[in-house]
């Protein structure tokens, strides 16, 4: 689906930008070499980044209950 009509960015080429580190709608754009016209998809292009940086910030969690493992043990002296 279009998320921009004006400078023809679908849902593909937003995630792409997001994933390639665009924070911002600002950012979305400058990706595509291209600027905001009418603005109509500003709000989407935000709510769309905010989704991500959740989705980025829960995959990133570590469990409450996961215990750090050395990645290797040191033999006692």
Same mark, same amino acid.
């Given at each position: 689906m279009y998320v921009c009509i004006c400078n023809a960015l679908n849902e593909r080429k937003v995630?792409?930008?997001l994933d390639n580190g665009a924070t911002? !709608?600002?950012a979305v754009f400058?990706?595509?070499?291209?600027?905001v016209q009418c603005g109509k998809c500003v709000p989407t292009l935000r709510a769309m980044?905010?989704?991500?940086?959740?989705?980025?910030a829960r995959h990133s969690a570590q469990p409450a209950d996961a215990?750090?493992? !050395?990645a290797y043990s040191v033999a006692a002296e």
């Open positions: 995630q792409a930008s911002t !709608p600002a400058r990706q595509h070499d291209c600027q980044a905010a989704e991500h940086r959740a989705a980025c215990v750090a493992q !050395p």
